[in-house]
């Protein structure tokens, strides 16, 4: 038996839809970011899937540059008193923050299937050391 083919998805679709990065149909992850041990749909293993920091480094640099540019239109603008930004713009940008959190870490986890990355594996060649004057 063969394995099914699958056609090649596009990652921002399926990324920012947090669906499977194989098929396009299962979901990605379960409950608000935590990545399913396989896709239900297909049985793709999601081992490989390993985004780390990026989501909320991306995502923080996004909402900050744009969140930036409208606290500082807004100051300008109307010279509110500063507990109107702690009231309104912090909320504003945490919740921004928060919306960008699972499609950017789908996307992230559909680049990473389309480009094959894997775990890094070291080998040693066993000379660590050799010919060092340190001994």
């Known amino acids: 038996m063969t394995d099914p083919q699958y056609p090649a998805l ?3 679709s399926t990324g920012l839809r947090c669906r499977c990065p194989r098929c396009g149909e299962g979901p990605l992850l379960k409950g608000f970011l935590t990545i399913r041990d396989a896709c239900p749909a ?4 999601y081992g490989f899937a390993e985004p780390a ?7 923080m640099s996004v909402v900050g540059i744009v969140g930036m540019a409208l606290f500082m239109w807004f100051e300008f603008a109307v010279h509110p008193p500063i507990w109107v930004h ?3 713009t ?3 940008l945490v919740l921004g923050c928060l919306a960008v959190l ?3 870490k789908g996307w ?11 775990p890094p594996e070291f080998e040693s060649v066993g000379k660590h050391g ?4 340190w001994r």
């Open 130 to 133: 050799e010919g060092s004057k």
């Open 102 to 104: 699972r499609p950017l």
């Open 42 to 45: 297909c049985g793709l293993d």
């Open 90 to 92: 912090m909320p504003l």
């Open 108 to 118: 992230l986890v559909s680049e990473q299937y389309i480009h094959k990355a894997a």
């Open 10 to 12: 596009n990652t921002l």
């Open 86 to 88: 702690l009231i309104v």
């Open 53 to 59: 920091d990026g989501p909320a480094f991306f995502g």
